[in-house]
């Protein structure tokens, strides 16, 4: 496997940077617990310039925190988490997810954990998992405007009163039409999101694997397919459709005349307990085994 789990641990610890869910003033007390935390350490604590608005506190240019950071902490869901990977991508820094709210699929570190967790982190009791993240080729006349994504790769139809016809590519070869509401890619960490409501299979986040699942098929002969990352995705549609990258960033169809979808280069490192288990969270978030 290209990707899995990342055995390197930090070299050393002296910036951390931060960003919190957007406009929830209510997570200033936890940032001043990290904060204080950090700082028995002699580690210092940036916050992203945005962050820092909602907060009432001095804030840091994102691309500054991320540049001086060796490791970046994400405080809020899940969407929080893959807006922060996305948006550091370039700088490869491991995020670390702390939740505010219900148990993430991502985020397994609790508020109330906090001081304990960081304490941990300075005695190397944690793990670092590097998530496969797509390449997202979005063509246009010969231009290409690029794009990553954590989770999936939307093309669906862009109003409900018709149905779309997607055309998809494997290396350049036609292998399938999916005509309904649309098509989604997704990564093995990705298929507990909009793949799963979508009647897509569940993988193992460290698998390496792509993911393509009809959305509400108009054929009930079409079925999800796995396929190895040495492919490359292109999807090609006439139709009023749009693209979404991770439900974050929308784009129109008709500006563009295909995209193509692979394996990023790097993946996400995200950095968990050396106790925290995949499946405890399936059985937590999915219910498995109760009655």
Known sequence: MKITQHNQLLSAITCVGLTSKPNDASLRIFVDEIRGALHRRGVSLLIDEVSAQTLGLEGTPFDTMCARSDFLISLGGDGTLISLCRRSFAYHKPVLGIYAGQLGFLTDIQ????????????AENYRIDTRMMLEVSLHAKGHIQKAVAFNDVVVSRSKISHMSTVRAYVDGHLFNTYYGDGVIVSTPTGSTAYNLSAGGPLLYPLTEALILTPICPHSLT????????DFEISLESEDDTVVVIDGQETYSMNDFDRISVKIA????????????????V??????????
């Open 111 to 122: 508020t109330e954990e906090i001081s304990r967790f960081i304490d941990g982190l300075f």
């Open 222 to 229: 079409q079925r999800p397919l796995v396929l190895p990352v």
């Open 265 to 280: 280069k790097k993946g996400a490192r995200l950095i968990h307990r050396l106790e925290h288990d995949y499946f405890d």
């Open 282 to 291: 399936l059985k937590k978030k999915l219910r498995w085994g109760h009655m």
